[in-house]
């Protein structure tokens, strides 16, 4: 029994199962598979996490994410005073995470691909799009640059979920999503 | 009793007292057996202490009741996760590795005096986090990720946990030299303590990453460093916070083949195989912390492709192994005991009514369904992108750690009550209800928040309707009523739980005591034993075919593969990103 000294001594030239070795081989062959179907993902599937990063001061960051608002900033967000930027499609684009704040809140286009920044300039935060549901952890220090492209027009809301104190829950985002050349700003305020 | 049987035998100059055990006639160290009943009280106090706090953060989410103020919320979580995954589960795995040791090996244990310097540390260590935690000034959840920062004595009481823990493993590991020693067995130890030594193995290793990023951290706390990098943080963290959960995964393991050689005599199919299999642990596992860096910036995608999956999955497939030999030592037994008819007569005829047995099953199916399935789907690098840090991730974790562990280490403790502590199981009416009640309340939480994760509802977060936010959002809502649904889930769970707790200290305190006349009714239901099966020596010879065996890996395998692709097909229709 397993709680007692295996009975024969020489225990481990005990014949195996057929059965037991079947077993044992799909359980590896699906492990390869598992793994295969990674490896396959990054030649031909288009959901990659970007391994684009770069270190940066926060100050710089947050210097360089409000020259792109300022450049592109179309109008306010209803009556929250939040600036909206309309990137050029296909541009960079920069979004950055403090407590407790996604900034600014972006405008883009359907069907074209944008460069996005993120960064924080305080604890980590969790960039959770909804509902589209892709999350990407953001750390302070470090810019990292992903190309995304939106499939759909709507709003979307940026949560946060990494933990990040007391105002954790309170910190929400926004980046809409237009038809390719309709005219910034021309949705109800 | 114990006292009155005790005898003192000298072995290797160390004198040590025992006494017998009535049911195995293995002699039993009543220093080893003192520490075994000190770390599972312990134990049973802080699973009391973390599954309130784990109710009140579960009817918190739940949107309706929404219990406790957003401080206190964050307060009870990092409590939560401190008392039941750390001290909960830390010091019963003592207990288990006292028992795999000095017990089953029929020894004296080496240096109780250390193990009780790590008891002490262990205990002061925990106390000192949770008196941390509770004062309010390190609400930063078990996680504690930096820059975000706690009081210093938050990390300085996991590092004397730590140490404590360290000691303990030594004291292990020092028996099962003593016992070679002195050879007070023969050939090769019992795969349950070849387990537990891979347990141990695991643990020695999480530990000392534990260390390496504790320390700095403490340091960093109060001053002397300046800067913890935040990724670094991430991967020495869980080479410890994952690890540490592998360790669970080695010690459950072992108890499911203990727990099934005490009722059903149940041998291993294959020593070579299953050994084989805790072995593949021992190589692989600890390169688990990669599963939480898979939405970071600055890793590569060699590095994560190939330690997500432990090597080619290597160590996905020795629990595979496990999922399927241990269901098979059953059969195997069972059709040894008479029980052939069909493909599944010998699962009817199981002891379902001893908690003991429907304990472990319970918690090899949910482990393996739930768990399992969930996790190799969750640690897939691109399919992270929709599940990471969304209540996905506490589902997962709560069907390996609570369905999987906490069930199998309750299931235990009602054989450890007869053994150990020499008290019957009072009330055993209730008590065969309890594992039932306890894991179908588990179940329905890591479903619910399974659920609630997949419609990307994010973990540790006081308000899914986002009331105080300046831009308004609410997540769908099927999401509130998976919130709900969990509540209700942890509600059925926090009750079994509290029989749970209720049945040991009564039964410690007020049970009728064991001895060699009751000992094996105090075990609770079995089945009847065939006698002269000498010839059998392993779980394959001269058996059955294992026809129900295969039934039920293959229902698990079609469910796994389904569900793997589905979750492939979801990641697909996501915006393209690269």
Known sequence: MAIHPPERR????????????????????????????????????????????????????????????????????????????????????????????????????????????????????????????????????????????????????????????IGHHTMVGRIHVVEPGSTAGSKPQ | MAMATAETGVIGGVAARFRTCPASGLKIDLAAQRLIKAN????????????????????????????????????????????????????????????????????????????????????????????????????????????LQAHPNFYLGLILFAVGALLGCLVF?????????????????????FGALTACIIAIFTIASGAIILVPTWLWSIGYISEINTVMYKLVWWAMGHSSQQVNVA????????????LLGAKPLSEKVSRTAFFLYILFLQLASAHHLLVEPGVSAEWRVFNTSYFMYMAVLGSMIHGMTVPGAIEAAQRRNGYTRGAF????????????????????????????????????EQINIMLHNTLYVPGHFHATVVAGTTLAFMAVTYLLLPLIFQRQVIWPRLAKWQPY?????????????????????????????????????AYPAAAFLMLALNGLSAILAATGGALFVVLVVASVLWGKPVDETNIIESLGPMPQRQVGDAVASYGNAGTWKLPGTYILVSVFFTAFVLYYFVNWKYLSQLWPMG
């Not at chain 2, 099962?176 to 303590?193: D, R």
Request: aromatic letters at 14%; glycine letters at 10%; hydrophobic letters at 50%.
């Open chain 2, 173 to 193: 590991l020092g028996t099962l030299v003593i016992a070679k020693e002195e050879k007070t067995y023969e050939g090769s130890v019992p795969l349950v303590t």
């Open chain 2, 345 to 380: 007569e010998w699962l009817r005829k199981a002891p379902w009514g001893n908690p003991a047995f429907s304990g472990m099953f319970l918690s090899l199916v949910m482990f393996g369904f739930l768990g399992g399935i969930s996790g190799v789907v969750l640690g897939t």
């Open chain 2, 437 to 473: 009640l306890f894991g179908i309340g588990v179940a329905g939480i890591s479903l619910f928040m399974m659920g609630a994760g997949t419609l990307g509802v994010a973990r540790r977060h006081w308000d899914v309707a986002f009331s105080d936010a300046a831009l308004s959002f």
């Open chain 1, 10 to 165: 020489v225990w481990w030239n005990e014949p195996i199962e057929k059965d037991e070795i079947i077993w044992i081989v799909i359980a590896f062959l699906w492990g390869l598979v598992m793994f295969g179907a990674m490896v396959y993902w990054h030649i031909e599937g288009r959901q990659n996490l970007s391994t684009q990063a770069y270190r940066i001061d926060p100050a710089l960051f947050e210097k360089r994410t409000a020259e792109f608002t300022k450049q592109f900033k179309v109008r306010e967000e209803g009556t929250t005073g939040i600036p909206v930027a309309r990137p050029m499609a296909g541009g960079d684009v920069y979004m950055l995470a403090r407590l407790w704040e996604w900034w600014p809140v972006l405008e883009l286009e359907k069907g074209r691909s944008y460069r996005l920044h993120l960064s924080s300039l305080d604890w980590q935060h969790g960039f959770s799009l909804q509902p589209v549901n892709i999350n990407i952890q953001v750390h302070p220090g470090i810019e990292h640059v992903i190309t995304m492209t939106p499939t759909e027009t709507g709003t979307f809301s940026v949560v946060c979920n990494e933990f990040c104190g």
């Open chain 2, 251 to 262: 010690a459950h393991v072992s108890i499911w083949y203990a727990i099934i050689a005490i």
């Open chain 2, 40 to 147: 599972a009280v312990a134990a049973v106090v802080f699973l009391a202490i973390g599954g309130i706090f784990g109710l009140m953060v579960a009817l918190t989410r739940w949107q309706a009741v929404h219990l406790l103020p957003a401080d206190m919320f964050y307060l009870v979580l990092t409590a939560h996760g401190l008392d039941v995954l750390l001290l909960w589960i830390l010091f019963f795995e003592m207990a288990v590795l006292y028992f795999a040791s000095a017990v089953l090996l029929n020894c004296r244990l080496a240096a109780p005096r250390i193990a009780w310097l790590g008891f002490a540390l262990m205990l002061g260590g925990g106390l000192l986090t949770n008196i941390t935690v509770l004062q309010g000034q390190s609400s930063v959840m078990f996680t504690s990720y930096p820059p």
